[in-house]
């Protein structure tokens, strides 16, 4: 209880230390924090959560707007490069049960150029409010949706009986939303407690203006297994659950309503008419694959973590008999029998959740739903979604206890963060394990261990006030201290705004001190395109695929090429298909290969597959919802587009060079001298083994040679092209 009384009442300013990120500065200390250096903002997330809607018909309202993005948020350096797009957002409230709703902003357009919207299929932003005798908001959303929520809130309750705000998570994005709120509680004159964990505190000390933070809101740092009871049964629970990429995750359960909250957890950027995950796997199994691809496999150990600390069983999942006897049995059947039946007969889950309470005693968290920060609540499909979040976890930890790229970097603005996300999906695809770590949340003996354990390593640092920040000084002299280091191949990553003397410093030392580098320098000036993340993810990639060889020397192995192809893969070899070139463009990022694993797939409409290996630069660009042209090469006319294909590319290198090309209307590349052309729009893929197989529809055609017949691509074996 001590814990959880300590830190309350307190100013914030009071209780915490400012660090982040203004203690990054290592230099002449800085007159005002870099936030308003740059007028940007910073903001928070929160535990989300919510509930299939059930029993009494779902109340709903929606607010609906078009905003601009720069109108809504200060003007900072970083923005100047940002798309200005009109986004189209709306707000939605829905009651899930008697004593929870969930405000959720909607945008069918991706928010951001970052890699985990490269489905570009919209996302959401949740927040829930749970009504006890007392009041709490988990969440509050980006500052895309800050109006639109406030304006929402209001409507859905009178602000001043709001009497907690819970926050899963803080990032530099959410505090306009955050600080939008706590102005409107100090002009009722009403004061909130705030929930948060102690990085997240950390964050908001130096972000919050001091008369709000002083007079509107009391904090409270939480402990995991730290409680707040809300009376009615809500006796929420709070977990701490941090991954690099959020050091301040936290999830809240609450067993009235059996509903958890886990921030980012279970999360997928998807944006579509229903609040749940209707239509289940199929509907969103690749949306949450993806955004697990893009944000935990790059630090498995601390998802695998996370995921030991929620010990989720779905309510509705099937009964366990294990270490149970007599009636023990008989009142797991029961339960799991009430539980289908009101889940069946669309009853509030609070009712059916007296009948199943009691499975807490055995440590595990029975739930009805799982609440995320973005996408659908998680109702139907929670058993599979924790099995597929182990598999991949383990997956994940397999690659890594195989081979490691450490990815160690800092980030004040979430500029740097970005590459290192788009380096560290770029290793991964290229099926090598990947470990990041926050320099600004470790300590040297983390990072001496890592690298240590590791094949390779790149390292990232924005510059401020014309230096890199401490945790990054600290973390490269650990590297370079380090004499078996320098047999490892590594990469300089990092994001600036004029000068960039943080990358050239941190290159010119390793280059000085014999380190040897896999990819050419990345420097970013301030928010990553998507070109740059293009030459991120290649890098990340090419920097993979360097450890491999050098691994594959390490044992002694000859080259694949050398080896004698056996009797299955010659005749696998003998499968043959017409030689094409793929060509894709996503805004300013472009790319192309050569294919012959293409074949028809349907009449009706026109489609066909094409096998893809997932290290392919292009790939990024062939998600679903994706367009790209099929270019089919004539028999005789292949050898100046092979040559020019097959060549090692640098990382984002143009693909096209001396070759007759045209820009189709999807954006992709039309070669004048192939015999035809295929504008195409995927539609699906599947995972199959080391490539994923595209299945596209044809959307537009041309014959430009009808005289010359298709070229076919004959191989010697099946284990290579
Ligand atoms: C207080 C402050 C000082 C900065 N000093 C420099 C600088 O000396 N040279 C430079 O190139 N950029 C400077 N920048 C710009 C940052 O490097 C740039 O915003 C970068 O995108 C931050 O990366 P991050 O988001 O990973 O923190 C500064 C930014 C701030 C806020």
Redesign the pocket.
């Known amino acids: 209880m001590e814990s959880l009384t300590r830190a309350i009442g307190k100013p914030l300013r009071a209780t915490l230390p400012t660090v982040s ?1 203004a203690s ?2 290592s230099g002449a200390a ?1 007159s ?4 308003q ?2 007028g ?1 903002d910073v903001s928070l997330m929160c535990c989300s959560r919510n509930i299939e809607a059930l029993a009494q018909p779902v109340r709903k309202f929606s607010i609906h707007a078009t905003s601009e993005k720069a109108s809504t948020i200060a003007v ?3 923005d100047q490069s940002q798309p200005t797009a009109k986004k189209n957002i709306d707000y939605e409230i829905v009651d899930i049960t008697t004593s929870t709703s969930t405000l959720t902003g909607r945008s069918y357009d991706r928010l951001k150029f970052e890699v985990e919207y490269g489905l570009r299929r919209g996302t959401t932003d949740n927040s829930y409010i749970i009504k006890g005798t007392d009041v709490a908001l988990i969440d509050v959303p980006d500052e895309n949706f800050k109006e639109l929520f406030l304006e929402s809130l209001k409507k859905h309750l009178d602000v001043s009986d709001l009497n907690h705000i819970i926050l899963g998570h803080v990032s530099p994005k959410r505090v306009t939303s955050l600080i939008g709120l706590l102005e409107l509680l100090e002009s009722k004159g009403s004061q909130v407690q705030v929930h948060c964990s102690n990085p997240a505190a950390q964050l908001l000390s130096s972000s919050l203006p001091e008369s709000l933070s002083q007079k509107t809101c009391m904090f409270r740092i939480i402990r995991s297994g730290d409680r707040l009871d809300l009376g009615e049964g809500h006796k929420l629970e709070f977990i701490l659950t941090p991954t690099p990429r959020w050091p301040d995750g936290m999830c809240t359960f609450d067993p009235a309503t059996q509903l958890i909250f886990t921030h980012k957890l279970f999360s997928a950027h998807i944006c579509s008419d229903t609040h749940f995950d209707l239509g289940g796997w199929d509907s969103y199994g690749e949306d949450w694959r993806y955004f697990y691809d893009c944000m935990l496999s790059p630090v498995p150990r601390q998802a695998g973590a996370a995921l030991n600390k929620l010990p989720i069983v779905s309510q509705f999942a099937k009964p366990s008999y294990s270490g149970k006897t007599g009636f023990d049995i008989v009142k797991a059947d029961v339960r799991f029998i009430v539980s289908t039946v009101f889940s069946a007969l669309n009853l509030p889950i609070s009712k059916a959740g007296s009948f199943v309470k009691d499975q807490s005693s055995d440590g595990l968290l029975v739930t009805s739903a799982i609440c995320p920060i973005h996408g659908p609540i998680v109702r139907s499909t929670i058993t599979e979604l924790l099995r597929e979040y182990r598999v991949w976890t383990e997956d994940r930890l397999k690659k890594a206890s195989e081979a490691t790229i450490a990815v160690v ?11 290192a996300q788009a380096i560290s999906r770029g290793i991964s695809k290229a099926g090598v394990g990947v470990e990041t770590l926050n320099a600004e949340q470790s300590t040297n003996a983390e990072v001496a261990d890592l690298i240590d354990r590791c094949c390779g390593f790149v390292v ?8 890199m ?1 401490t945790p990054v000084q600290n973390a490269l002299g650990v590297i370079l201290r380090d004499n078996n280091a320098k047999s490892k191949p590594c990469g300089v990553f ?9 990358v050239d410093e941190i290159e010119q030392r390793l280059k000085d001190a014999g380190f040897s580098f896999a990819f050419p320098t990345i420097r ?4 990553p395109t998507e070109s740059m993340l293009q030459i991120c993810e290649e890098s990340g990639t090419d920097l993979a695929q360097c450890v491999k060889r050098l691994k594959v020397k390490e044992r002694g192995k000859m080259a694949p090429k050398m080896l004698i192809a056996s009797d299955t893969e010659q005749a696998v070899g003998r499968v043959i298909g017409s030689l094409c070139v793929v060509s894709a463009k996503e805004g300013d990022a472009e790319s192309a290969m050569l294919a012959s694993w293409v074949s028809q797939a349907s009449f009706v409409p026109p489609g066909l597959t094409i096998a893809v290996a997932k290290d392919r630069a292009v790939e990024s660009l062939l998600l679903p919802g994706g367009k790209f042209v099929l270019n089919v090469l004539g028999q005789g006319k292949t050898n100046s587009i092979i040559k020019q294909l097959m060549k090692p590319f640098k990382p984002g290198e143009p693909r096209y060079e001396g070759l007759n090309v045209k820009e189709s209307t999807n954006g992709g590349q039309i070669l004048l001298d192939a015999i035809a052309w295929l504008e195409c729009t995927v539609k699906s893929r599947m995972e199959t083994g080391d490539h994923w197989v595209l299945y596209a529809v044809v959307d537009n055609g041309e014959l430009q040679d009808d005289k010359t017949l298709s070229a076919l691509h004959y191989r010697k074996t099946g284990s290579r092209y």
């Open positions: 990120p990054f500065f800085l005002k924090s870099p936030n250096g740059i940007q900072a350096p970083q970097y800092a980030s004040a603005y979430g500029n740097t963060s970005a590459l990232g640092s924005p510059t401020l006030g014309g230096h920040p990092g994001s600036f705004g004029w000068s960039g003397e943080a970013c000036k301030f928010k």
